[in-house]
């Protein structure tokens, strides 16, 4: 990849994009994690303003101690970056109180998992209209296209997605290129959904390399037979969380009335 010359199109492509669209900047919610500190930083990159929220909801103090040194980073590095920090615990708790109860706690992880997601979306959302921003995505090619690891109306509802068209082995090089801090770089991917460090390899069964791979077999119009051991394993992972998250992935379903019935 010519790292620098990607840089430039997508910081070029911002710019265009918001210039177009006469927004002022972007708003990104920063997690400690290589996508958001890769995005902030591209978005930081076009001179515009950017707002960089972190939203804590019962999270790992080490992910809330990278994403702090990120935005300390970015703002020793760029003057249009401002900062706000929005505790949205009490926010989910008072939610998760206002539930209906249920038998079993561990039935609802997930629904909750997701909750946080789109509470943090909302939250963009909120500065964006406050201040005419755009809510910039941080989801790659494998998260977006691929496995659709991602939550729908959550992390996945955003205005724009500068990276998405990055495989996760490219952010790493760009965030390499870009100086991003190291502790980002060498630090597990994970969602942040959960208020632990499981990482995303955890949820999924396979690396990001590994997703990689399979993504390329596919396009290749492999199958199982083609595999077998650890190779078939990876293979059936990435296609039954493609299958199974494609309603993310494509457009909504619209009920298309007949002509002749309207």
Request: charge should be negative.
């Given at each position: 990849m010519q790292t620098e010359k990607v840089v430039n199109h997508?910081?070029?492509?911002?710019?265009?994009?918001?210039?177009?669209?006469?927004?002022?900047?972007f708003v990104i919610g920063v997690s400690g994690g290589i996508d958001s500190a890769v995005t902030s930083t591209?978005?930081?990159?076009?001179?515009?303003?950017?707002?960089v929220l972190e939203m804590p909801i019962h999270q790992a103090q080490s992910q809330v101690n990278r994403a702090i040194?990120?935005?300390?980073?970015?703002?020793?590095?760029?003057?249009?970056?401002?900062?706000t920090q929005v505790n949205l615990?009490?926010?989910?708790?008072?939610?998760?109180?206002?539930?209906?109860?249920?038998?079993?706690?561990?039935?609802?992880?997930?629904?909750?998992?997701?909750?946080?997601?789109?509470?943090?979306?909302?939250?963009?959302?909120?500065?964006?209209?406050?201040?005419?921003y755009l809510v910039a995505g941080t989801g790659n090619k494998v998260e977006d296209f691929g496995v659709g690891?991602?939550?729908?109306?959550?992390?996945?509802?955003?205005?724009?997605?500068?990276?998405?068209?990055?495989?996760?082995?490219e952010v790493y090089e760009i965030a390499k290129y870009l100086g991003i801090n190291q502790d980002i770089i060498d630090a597990q991917p994970t969602d942040g959904l959960w208020g632990d460090d499981r990482t995303?390899?955890?949820?999924?069964?396979?690396?990001?390399?590994?997703?990689?791979?399979?993504?390329?077999?596919?396009?290749?119009?492999?199958?199982?037979?083609?595999?077998s051991g650890r190779?078939?394993?990876?293979?059936?992972?990435?296609?039954r969380y493609n299958r199974n998250n494609k309603h993310k992935m494509v457009p909504i379903p619209v009920c298309e009335?007949?002509?002749?019935?309207?």
């Open positions: 997508i910081v070029n492509w911002l710019k265009d994009y918001a210039n177009n669209a006469k927004i002022n900047g591209l978005c930081a990159k076009t001179g515009l303003d950017v707002l040194n990120h935005v300390n980073w970015l703002q020793s590095n760029y003057t249009n970056v401002l900062m615990t009490p926010v989910f708790d008072s939610l998760v109180q206002a539930l209906p109860s249920v038998k079993n706690e561990e039935d609802r992880f997930m629904s909750l998992a997701n909750t946080r997601a789109r509470l943090r979306m909302t939250t963009l959302y909120y500065f964006a209209a406050l201040h005419n690891f991602y939550t729908k109306y959550g992390d996945g509802g955003v205005d724009l997605s500068p990276i998405a068209d990055l495989l996760k082995t995303d390899e955890d949820q999924i069964g396979a690396s990001y390399p590994e997703l990689e791979w399979a993504m390329a077999m596919v396009e290749k119009g492999k199958s199982e037979a083609d595999f190779e078939l394993e990876v293979f059936k992972i990435y296609t009335i007949p002509e002749n019935l309207k």
